[in-house]
């Protein structure tokens, strides 16, 4: 069975940083594309970030030049770095990928998130 973790979560003043963990497990035969999400209280879910198996990415607007999306291919794990944190960043963040699996093939997989708070 194959599960998300994240990690990395937590409380923060404006302008500081977090950086945040997504690590898969399971029977993984490969791994496409690998995201961040964020749903803040009242909103959708909205994609903050997105990469790709070659390392391609893409940003929300709103987080461009100021969050890094990564992975470790190795690890199959996803790392978003957001720096400049801003109250507006306030939110529930979700990792998100594209796993196919041992037994079931390809599927979306979402983990089950982690709360990112920022105080003005």
């Known amino acids: 069975q194959v599960q998300l973790v994240e990690s990395g979560g937590g409380s923060v003043q404006a302008g500081g940083s977090l950086r945040l963990s997504c690590e898969t497990s399971g029977s993984i035969f490969e791994i496409n594309t690998m995201a961040w999400y964020r749903q803040a209280p009242g909103k959708h879910r909205d994609l903050v970030a997105r990469?790709?198996?070659?390392?391609?990415?893409i940003y929300g607007d709103s987080v461009k030049g100021r969050f890094t999306i990564s992975r470790d291919n190795a690890k199959n794990t996803v790392y978003l770095q957001m720096n400049s944190l801003k109250p507006e960043d306030t939110a529930v963040y979700y990792c998100n990928a594209n796993i196919r699996a041992v037994v079931t093939g390809w599927d979306v997989y979402w983990g089950q998130g982690t709360q990112v708070t920022v105080s003005s």
């Open positions: 990469i790709t198996s070659t390392g391609s990415t």
